[in-house]
């Protein structure tokens, strides 16, 4: 790396706010590490390829190293160098001959340009991580740019604080959701701007969606090992910097054009939700590279092995694990938190990998540090907090051991209601109690039913056009002979794998994607709609895109079939009617509400009936006396279930009855049916009654 000799002064500046902050006089830097024996502040021009000028932090206060440079301006590209031991066996790996991203940076420019420099090790020693490199990182590595952040003109933004019970996420990737949309100007294509387009949120809104969940933003790197294959981090569940956004979805307006897209989506009345990954980083485990924590305090920051510090305990399965046990890594987590909040006015997150966060060294611990912070903090407890409720660890599995606060995903809903609509035997009761909350993990500690955020898909995993065209995953565009991905999909593709011309295989499959689109819809819980399922987008059998970068992953929107606005029709009025019936969006346990649940025969659902494997046909009377008085608002429904390939008789309540809706003909709606008597269900199919 070139290297320009300039004359800067450092003073001794403050310890109380880390990172880089400026004020009308310079920047004050200040850096965590309890284990090093120096910080060397790196300044670059603003090609980020020359050096010009490094400089000692001059003070060590309560563990963090701190120095202010006078008339440094926001803009200013930098880096650190961190002296110390190297001494991996007791969990050292200082390596000043590498550059280190400030881990409270709030840009990144540039990207990594993968080299065997990044690594604090010879790689091609027999001593393999126990060796140390001497090579310079710096010509290989993204800068830190220096950032006013109270320079961006909100124009009066507000949080649109849409109640738990009327949430519904929608979750989709910034790039996948934005790239092949027509709608939006090709430059903004991909980027935070196009995200933010008066096109996507009039569309979002149209749906009746009220919170979009973003795959990661943070600045994350390409895996070497995907550029290797021609493949990229498509996902970004590689975090490196925790307060910076991904520059790859930069537009126009660069960094701002996070915030445009948070205040478009606003005053659009949709809530932003980050999926944040605080359980570990993108320097892998012991025979990763030294990009930023590594390098600055690599014993605080990650979890290894007691009796073995060399090596990393991998809870996460990607090699490392955040530490946050240590107070310092625990608050770069929080502070990063309200960094998002405060400064970019994002609503909510759901946590990768969330069990992580509750670990302590004896393991999960729902009084742990990080949930007692989050609980306590007057910022971040009124937020929406959402946990994936596993990681591979010990005791890693947790859905429904979450504290008051919290809600998760519960990936329990999801597989049951898969198997129910396979008329998986022994299904009924399970998916009875799904239907209803989960009251049986959530309905503790005062947890309300929205606890339970219920999903069919994800990222992770088939589309729902998928989950009904295919048994088998197809992931050989991933370039790991399709051993990548999830096996165990409860999928079904009624007689063809992958796309067919069969009308009958089709009408079962159409049919099959209203009945998890409408189970979805109506159950009580949280729901979430992944990205285009409500108009039945493929990812032609690739159920781990992680690395799809391309058109398997990307949402597309032109040429579709006749079927896909008809999908899209019905679950807008399945989302109308969930918004404007307090039925279908429970509250609270205790407002009254009466369930009872019936049998094809017409009478009670017994503890025989429930103990029959078979007995998959049901249904549930649901009533709330206190809604009897109010127009348009529904006091009692029945909703019947028919899981088999064949007609059902099902022998309706006394009384007439309406027909609402049914995923037998998405079409159909308020059809006066007589109760007392056998109504034909057709196979595979629900319906929603009201009194008459």
């Known amino acids: 790396m070139d290297a320009q000799v300039n004359t800067y002064s450092i003073e001794a500046g403050s310890w109380h706010r880390l990172g880089a902050h400026p004020d009308k006089d310079g920047v004050n830097f200040a850096l965590f590490s309890a ?108 800068k830190c740019r220096v950032v006013d952040t109270g320079s961006y003109d909100w124009k009066g933004d507000r949080s649109p604080i849409i109640p738990w019970s009327k949430t519904i996420f929608y979750e989709t990737h910034v790039k996948g959701f934005t790239k092949l949309n027509p709608a939006i100007p090709e430059n903004l294509r991909g980027t935070f701007e196009g995200m933010g387009h008066k096109a996507v949120v009039d569309y979002i809104r149209s749906m009746g969606i009220t919170s979009v969940e973003l795959l990661p933003i943070h600045f994350f790197p390409d895996d070497s090992m995907l550029i290797d294959k021609g493949l990229h981090n498509f996902w970004g569940y590689n975090t490196l910097g925790f307060f910076s956004p991904a520059n790859r979805y930069y537009g126009p307006n660069g960094r701002d054009g996070f915030r445009d897209m948070v205040r478009a989506l606003h005053d659009g009345g949709i809530e932003v939700i980050l999926d944040v990954v605080y359980n570990h980083t993108a320097e892998g485990n012991e025979m990763g590279p030294t990009l930023s924590f590594k390098g600055i305090d690599n014993f605080s920051y990650y979890r290894t092995i007691p009796d073995n510090h060399r090596y990393y305990i991998n809870d996460t399965g990607t090699g490392n694990t955040v530490n946050t046990s240590h107070p310092r890594v625990l608050q770069m987590v929080t502070d990063s938190l309200r960094y998002w909040v405060e400064e970019m006015h994002v609503d909510g997150f759901r946590f990768d990998l969330g069990t992580i966060l509750g670990r302590e060294p004896e393991g999960f611990d729902q009084r742990g540090g990080f949930f007692d912070a989050v609980t306590q903090d007057p910022v971040l407890s009124k937020v929406k907090l959402v946990g994936e409720p596993w990681d591979i660890g010990p005791g890693g599995y947790q859905v429904g051991g979450f504290p008051p606060g919290w809600a998760e995903w519960n990936d329990k809903y999801r597989d049951t209601v898969r198997d129910y609509w396979k008329d998986t035997d022994n299904t009924a009761p399970d998916f009875a109690a799904r239907f209803f909350g989960s009251g049986d993990l959530y309905d503790q500690r005062g947890r309300r039913p929205w606890a339970s955020v219920n999903f069919i898909c994800a990222h992770d995993g088939f589309t729902l056009n998928d989950l009904v065209s295919y048994n088998e995953k197809h992931n050989e565009a991933n370039g790991e002979d399709n051993k990548d991905g999830h096996s165990d999909n409860r999928s079904y593709n009624y007689g063809a794998e992958g796309p067919t011309e069969d009308e009958t295989i089709i009408a079962v499959r159409e049919r099959q994607k209203r009945n998890f689109l409408a189970t979805l819809l109506l159950s009580h819980g949280t729901p979430m709609v992944l990205a285009g399922d409500e108009f039945g987008r493929s990812q032609m059998g690739n159920n781990n895109g ?54 094809a025969g017409g009478g009670p659902q017994l503890p025989e009936h429930w103990a029959d494997g078979g007995g998959t046909t049901i249904g549930a009377l649901v009533s709330r006396a206190d809604l009897e008085e109010q127009d348009g608002i529904w006091s009692k429904m029945l909703v019947i279930f028919n899981p088999h390939d064949g007609p059902v008789p099902f022998v309706l309540p006394e009384g007439g009855w309406r027909l609402m809706l049914t995923t037998d003909d998405p079409t159909l709606e308020d059809e006066a049916v007589e109760g007392g008597q056998a109504y034909e269900m057709t196979g595979r199919s629900l319906c929603l009654f009201i009194p008459a």
């Not at 309560?62 to 066996?89: C, D, M, S, T």
């Not at 006749?562 to 019936?581: G, H, K, M, V, Y």
């Open 35 to 142: 284990h090093a024996e120096r910080v060397e502040l790196c300044l670059f021009d603003d090609s980020g390829k020359i050096e010009i000028a490094r400089l000692t932090l001059p003070e060590y206060t309560n563990e963090i190293w701190h120095g202010f440079v006078p008339g440094l301006k926001p803009g200013q590209l930098y880096g650190y160098r961190v002296h110390g031991a190297f001494r991996p066996e007791d969990g050292h790996r200082f390596n000043a001959n590498k550059l280190l991203v400030d881990p409270y940076a709030r840009e990144l420019v540039g990207d990594v340009a993968w080299s065997k420099d990044h690594f604090g090790y010879i790689m091609d020693s027999e001593e393999k991580d126990l060796s140390f490199s001497e090579t310079d990182s710096a010509a290989v590595m993204p």
């Open 546 to 599: 992680y690395c799809q970068d391309s058109e398997i992953s990307w949402v597309h929107w032109e040429d579709l079939p006749p079927s896909a606005e008809e999908l899209r029709d019905f679950t807008r009025r399945l989302i109308a009617l969930r918004n404007a019936q307090p039925l279908l969006h429970r509250d609270n346990w205790r407002d009254g509400m009466v369930i009872e649940w019936v049998n």
